[in-house]
């Protein structure tokens, strides 16, 4: 009664406006600060090797490292929203990615930045950003979709800017500097997270039968009975480790929601060749007699084109037409990528770059727009962080492998086209297992919902193949749940 005498009060609700959209400029400057900054490593590529005499490889490692941990760090996040809220994992990750970067100014050696840039500042990165994903999704409900596209609108603005300013500092101070530049810039994440205020948190009541583990050793102190059995507390431990795994990195619902399952497998399978064309783009223009100063324009314009599609993605797919065919349209946007990739294999002359980098960005867009979305679609919001945590994870193994197995392979051939065909084969396999699957999926739960009348027509999530448990309704929701509009 407390808890919804208090979500009901006052004239409207939090959701959709009032500070919804403060939080929504917040997660847009968020993205443009973690998920945006990884792209401007390259143009302190050179500038490391001289330093510390460092190999391709060995250079590499570090931004390598740093993008892993953004989207791998899942599990920690999941934490720290469980027991702390939102609010405080963006801060938090806000401290440490700026505590990184001012720290890599002083670095002495290339593996010193692994810890530094790679780790410290990749994991408050990954605090923030995650978080900030998750927030989004109890300020909005009926603009959702919206909110998401114009969020991930972040991404492009960062794409586009950090390169310019990174190339602008390194030219005026040096890269040790302009490191220490970038440790305060990146400090604005704890502005973003103070934005995300929380109405307050409830404690939440075990659920019955709720870690029957953890309370073995606390019950036999209680009555004088001598402790159990070193096997049964080891057995109580195992059971209890098992529990925190499943409720941070949503094991089970990758078992027990087939939806969730298909579209964890499809994305980081993708994974394998999304970022592809982002690494070797530049190098396999130049290598083919484009100007640099050209060359990189051309990730410019990729990130240009975001900014405005991206929106226009999230309202076209928000409209009710699209309710439950989300799937879809993301499928179609990962097929779209892969086939682009086709025109450099066909040509690598300036213009027709420009051509590929228009509809690389266009269904880039979609993808971007539409990848959360989807997520929040196939599982239960209020266990969205922990279905994020684990499908972070498994898409950034994918995301640290992918790049170095194909620079291996073109270092075999010495033929850059490879990159592409690559890339080609991971994104249009992807899109068809998701599309293909999905349109399996439908096919099976509208078959078994017509031979069960319409009573089955009232779950919201129709992929997962157990009942929900009727205990959980009667629970609180989690604490970044209570938000305000003030």
Same mark, same amino acid.
């Given at each position: 009664?407390?808890?919804?005498?208090?979500?009901?009060?006052?004239?409207?609700?939090? #959701?959709?406006?009032? *500070?919804?959209?403060?939080?929504?400029?917040?997660?847009?400057?968020?993205?443009?600060?973690?998920?945006?900054?990884?792209?401007?490593? =390259?143009?302190?590529?050179? &500038?490391?090797?001289?330093?510390?005499?460092?190999?391709?490889?060995?250079?590499? *490692?570090?931004?390598?490292?740093?993008?892993?941990?953004?989207?791998?760090?899942?599990?920690?996040?999941?934490?720290?929203?469980?027991?702390?809220?939102?609010?405080?994992?963006?801060?938090?990750?806000?401290?440490?990615?700026?505590?990184?970067?001012?720290?890599?100014?002083?670095?002495?050696?290339?593996?010193?930045?692994?810890?530094?840039?790679?780790?410290?500042?990749?994991?408050?990165?990954?605090?923030?950003?995650?978080?900030?994903?998750?927030?989004?999704?109890?300020?909005?409900?009926?603009?959702?979709?919206?909110?998401?596209?114009?969020?991930?609108?972040?991404?492009?603005?960062?794409?586009?800017?950090?390169?310019?300013?990174?190339?602008?500092?390194?030219?005026?101070?040096?890269?040790?500097?302009?490191?220490?530049?970038?440790?305060?810039?990146?400090?604005?994440?704890?502005?973003?997270?103070?934005?995300?205020?929380?109405? =307050?948190?409830?404690?939440?009541?075990?659920?019955?039968?709720?870690?029957?583990?953890?309370?073995?050793?606390?019950?036999?102190?209680?009555?004088?009975?001598?402790?159990?059995?070193?096997?049964?507390?080891?057995?109580?431990?195992? @059971? @209890?480790?098992? #529990?925190?795994?499943?409720?941070?990195?949503?094991?089970?619902?990758?078992?027990?929601?087939?939806?969730?399952?298909?579209?964890?497998?499809?994305?980081?399978?993708?994974?394998?060749?999304?970022?592809?064309?982002?690494?070797?783009?530049?190098?396999?223009?130049?290598?083919?007699?484009?100007?640099?100063?050209?060359?990189?324009?051309?990730?410019?314009?990729?990130?240009?084109?975001?900014?405005?599609?991206?929106?226009?993605?999230?309202?076209?797919?928000?409209?009710?037409?699209?309710?439950?065919?989300?799937?879809?349209?993301?499928?179609?946007?990962?097929?779209?990528?892969?086939?682009?990739?086709?025109?450099?294999?066909?040509?690598?002359?300036?213009?027709?770059?420009?051509?590929?980098?228009?509809?690389?960005?266009?269904?880039?867009?979609?993808?971007?727009?539409?990848?959360?979305?989807?997520?929040?679609?196939?599982?239960?919001?209020?266990?969205?962080?922990?279905?994020?945590?684990?499908?972070?994870?498994?898409?950034?193994?994918?995301?640290?492998?992918?790049?170095?197995?194909?620079?291996?392979?073109? &270092?075999?051939?010495?033929?850059?086209?490879?990159?592409?065909? @690559?890339?080609?084969?991971?994104?249009?396999?992807?899109?068809?297992?998701?599309?293909?699957?999905?349109?399996?999926?439908?096919?099976?739960?509208?078959?078994?919902?017509?031979?069960?009348?319409?009573?089955?027509?009232?779950?919201?999530?129709?992929?997962?193949?157990?009942?929900?448990?009727?205990?959980?309704?009667?629970?609180?929701?989690?604490?970044?749940?209570?938000?305000?509009?003030?």
């Amino acid at each position: 009664m407390s808890r919804g005498g208090a979500a009901g009060r006052g004239t409207a609700k939090p #959701q959709d406006q009032g *500070w919804a959209w403060m939080v929504l400029l917040a997660a847009v400057v968020l993205q443009a600060l973690t998920l945006g900054f990884p792209c401007c490593i =390259g143009v302190f590529f050179t &500038d490391l090797q001289h330093e510390f005499h460092a190999s391709n490889s060995e250079t590499s *490692w570090f931004p390598s490292i740093m993008v892993a941990v953004l989207h791998g760090g899942g599990l920690l996040c999941s934490v720290l929203v469980k027991r702390f809220g939102c609010r405080f994992a963006v801060m938090l990750g806000g401290l440490l990615s700026g505590l990184g970067m001012v720290s890599s100014s002083f670095c002495k050696s290339i593996s010193q930045l692994y810890l530094t840039a790679g780790l410290i500042t990749g994991l408050g990165s990954c605090f923030s950003f995650q978080a900030g994903v998750t927030v989004l999704g109890y300020y909005f409900v009926r603009w959702r979709t919206l909110a998401n596209a114009m969020a991930s609108t972040g991404v492009s603005l960062g794409f586009t800017l950090w390169p310019l300013l990174s190339q602008y500092l390194l030219d005026e101070m040096g890269w040790r500097n302009t490191f220490l530049i970038f440790g305060g810039i990146l400090l604005n994440c704890c502005v973003c997270g103070a934005i995300m205020r929380p109405i =307050g948190s409830l404690p939440q009541p075990p659920k019955p039968g709720e870690e029957p583990g953890s309370r073995a050793e606390e019950a036999p102190l209680s009555n004088g009975a001598p402790p159990p059995h070193p096997a049964l507390q080891q057995h109580a431990r195992r @059971t @209890t480790c098992l #529990q925190v795994l499943q409720k941070y990195l949503a094991f089970d619902i990758f078992c027990q929601n087939k939806g969730y399952q298909i579209y964890t497998i499809g994305v980081t399978w993708m994974m394998m060749g999304f970022a592809l064309p982002h690494v070797y783009l530049v190098p396999y223009a130049i290598h083919n007699g484009v100007e640099e100063h050209r060359a990189a324009l051309l990730i410019s314009v990729i990130g240009f084109i975001n900014i405005f599609i991206r929106p226009l993605t999230g309202l076209l797919s928000g409209h009710r037409v699209f309710t439950g065919r989300r799937i879809y349209l993301f499928s179609l946007a990962v097929l779209l990528c892969g086939l682009s990739n086709f025109i450099c294999i066909i040509s690598a002359e300036f213009r027709v770059l420009i051509l590929y980098c228009v509809i690389l960005s266009i269904a880039m867009s979609g993808i971007g727009a539409l990848v959360f979305q989807v997520l929040m679609d196939v599982v239960e919001m209020d266990r969205f962080s922990s279905a994020l945590g684990l499908f972070t994870v498994l898409e950034s193994i994918t995301l640290l492998i992918g790049p170095p197995l194909t620079g291996l392979l073109v &270092d075999i051939t010495s033929d850059f086209r490879y990159v592409f065909y @690559t890339s080609s084969f991971f994104l249009i396999s992807s899109a068809l297992f998701m599309g293909l699957s999905f349109c399996a999926l439908d096919k099976k739960t509208n078959l078994r919902e017509a031979s069960k009348g319409p009573l089955s027509n009232l779950s919201r999530y129709p992929y997962s193949e157990t009942p929900s448990d009727p205990q959980a309704e009667s629970q609180p929701p989690p604490a970044v749940v209570y938000v305000t509009s003030i």
